[in-house]
């Protein structure tokens, strides 16, 4: 099991930036991809951002390629979103998750944290 906990969510206005935490914890996190979801009200959950093991292979949604930046500290346990230019619709609850694969649909990731709410003022 790998127990995850997001934090760093808040209330921010557009154009400005948040940065993203997610603290692991049990199995060792090095051996995870990690990834970040989004959900908005209404809204089904949605890809934003995935890192593999090695830190180095990202992959972003198109949405926010260009803003969003996503990183992981192995040696700390930690994968964080880095968040910039942010738009109202970048408005949702904020999820980390982990699996061993990278992909996009939130099926192939067995870990997930509880959340962490960004909304962005227009």
């Known amino acids: 099991q790998v127990q995850l906990v997001e934090s760093g969510g808040g209330l921010v206005q557009a154009g400005g930036s948040l940065r993203l935490s997610c603290a692991a914890s049990?199995?060792?996190?090095?051996?995870?991809?990690m990834a970040w979801f989004r959900q908005a009200p209404g809204k089904e959950r949605e890809f934003v951002a995935a890192?593999?093991?090695?830190?180095?292979?990202?992959y972003y949604a198109d949405s926010v390629k260009g803003r969003f930046t996503v990183s992981r500290d192995n040696a700390k346990n930690t994968g964080y979103l880095q968040m910039s230019s942010l738009k109202f619709e970048d408005t949702a609850t904020y999820y980390c998750?982990?699996?061993?694969?990278?992909?996009?649909?939130?099926?192939?990731?067995?870990?997930w944290g509880q959340g962490t709410q960004v909304t962005v003022s227009s």
């Open positions: 998750a982990a699996g061993t694969r990278t992909d996009a649909d939130a099926r192939y990731y067995p870990y």
């Open positions: 890192i593999k093991v090695n830190g180095y292979s990202t």
């Open positions: 049990g199995r060792t996190f090095s051996n995870y991809v």
